[in-house]
């Protein structure tokens, strides 16, 4: 159900009705945007918390242009980047796709940890890596959306991308149903 | 034999390959296999976007922060509802005021020989039925009517006098003031009204009316200035 205009305006003026129904209709999806970038759940409800205080301290800017859930969603996906900065999450993010090539090797003791779920994969992602995936697979963002957003170049973003989904193919194995390839050799491109 | 990159494989799960990867991945099963695994995982995450999940933020510690953050008014709900009572008294007090001003407007024409505003009568609910196809047809039309309505006012307004036989000074100006008052009442009253009802179309009316009307009631009464002077403000 759409929020209404009405509720919007009690809100706006502080009434606690309307912001209950406001945050009960829109935590689920605006908390799992928070969860999915951030990674660690304590973190994430610090994170979340905070995305609804400016949710609702924004809420005199709300036009009606878009649905109220999409507008709630760029602003969580704004403030959670803003957060993982400040946390200097972000800043890692070269190195932390670099430290994360370092277990390219399909022998390392990873591959006996599989994801029960892509959430759970996710945790297992660097940062950097993990905020390219979630923006660009789940949420949809283009690269040059993401690269704008985290300061890199697109083609950045698309590196980042694909090796974070290498890593997340390895850790969700069992979930796509394809059978392990030992001493298979990847190499370059096949010119 | 070589394979593609894992970093290639996952390109390639959204990606169209090229014409010799194309080749290489028709002969080659794995590669086959790995590009289609990519692919699915690619799925999966888009549907994550849509997928429900116990929130982690919980009302009991975030309405606090938000009361410390004057974002939440303790027994705002009882002043809401104090404020939208007053706001329907005045209403009617503003209601009582539009209705004298319209009637004048309305006897203004009467007494020029002008036939009265058409469709003033509510119209019969079989006819209004079958005119619109949708709402927003409706509400097209009623935005035309609005402004159509407001220039019509404000020009009759521009062209009533506030009585007959007042001296163009003295009397005049106070009865001018006199009806800046009144629209000025119905204007606050009614934007007040809005922020509750903000698509009542009702209360659109009359706020989008009484402007028109001050309007026009300042410009007639900076016309009638004795010389020398002039309106700074109202």
Avoid at chain 2, 19 to 38: F, K, N, P, V
Avoid at chain 2, 52 to 78: F, M, N, Y
Wanted: hydrophobic share 45%.
């Amino acid at each position: 159900m759409a929020i209404d205009q009405v509720t919007i305006r009690r809100a706006i003026d502080g009434d606690e009705q309307a912001l209950r129904a406001i945050w009960t209709q829109h935590a689920p999806a605006v908390d799992a945007v928070v969860r999915r970038l951030v990674g660690d759940p304590d973190e994430a409800a610090d994170v979340a918390q905070d995305v609804w205080i400016q949710i609702f301290r924004a809420l005199p800017t709300y036009r009606g242009d878009a649905a109220f859930g999409t507008w709630a969603h760029r602003i969580a996906v704004n403030r959670t980047l803003n957060a993982l900065r400040r946390l200097r999450r972000i800043g890692r993010l070269e190195t932390g796709i670099e430290e994360d090539s370092v277990a390219v090797d399909p022998d390392d003791g990873e591959r006996s940890w599989l994801a029960g779920s892509i959430d759970q994969a996710l945790t297992r992602l660097a940062p950097g890596a993990r905020t390219v995936f979630v923006l660009h697979d789940v949420e949809g963002y283009t690269h040059e959306e993401i690269a704008a957003a985290l300061g890199i170049t697109s083609g950045g973003s698309k590196s980042q991308l694909f090796k974070a989904r290498a890593k997340l193919r390895r850790l969700l194995a069992h979930l796509v149903d394809s059978p392990s390839h030992q001493g298979s050799t990847h190499a370059a491109p096949v010119c | 034999m070589l394979h593609l990159s894992a970093e290639r494989l996952a390109a390639l799960a959204e990606a169209e390959p090229t014409a010799l990867e194309a080749a290489h991945l028709e002969a080659c099963h794995r590669c086959a296999t790995e590009r289609a695994a990519h692919h699915q995982l690619l799925v999966r995450a888009g549907a994550e976007a849509h997928r429900i999940s116990a929130p982690l933020t919980r009302w009991e510690t975030l309405a606090p922060a938000l009361a410390d953050e004057g974002l939440l008014v303790s027994g705002g709900r009882r002043r809401s509802a104090r404020v939208s009572r007053l706001s329907r008294v005045w209403l009617r007090r503003a209601a009582a005021v539009v209705v004298l001003v319209g009637g004048g407007v309305a006897a203004g024409r009467l007494s020029a020989g002008v036939a009265p505003l058409p469709g003033l009568g509510a119209p019969a609910a079989a006819s209004a039925a079958g005119r619109f196809a949708s709402q927003d047809e409706a509400l097209e039309a009623l935005g035309r009517a609005e402004r159509d309505y407001r220039a019509a006012a404000a020009f009759l307004a521009a062209q009533s006098r506030p009585a007959d036989g007042l001296e163009p000074d003295g009397a005049a100006l106070e009865a001018y003031q006199t009806r800046l008052a009144a629209l000025d009442e119905v204007a606050s009253v009614t934007r007040a009204a809005l922020y509750d009802a903000p698509h009542d179309p009702v209360i659109n009316q009359y706020y989008l009316a009484s402007l028109g009307a001050r309007e026009a009631t300042l410009r007639q009464l900076g016309t009638s200035l004795p010389a020398g002077q002039q309106l700074n403000r109202f």
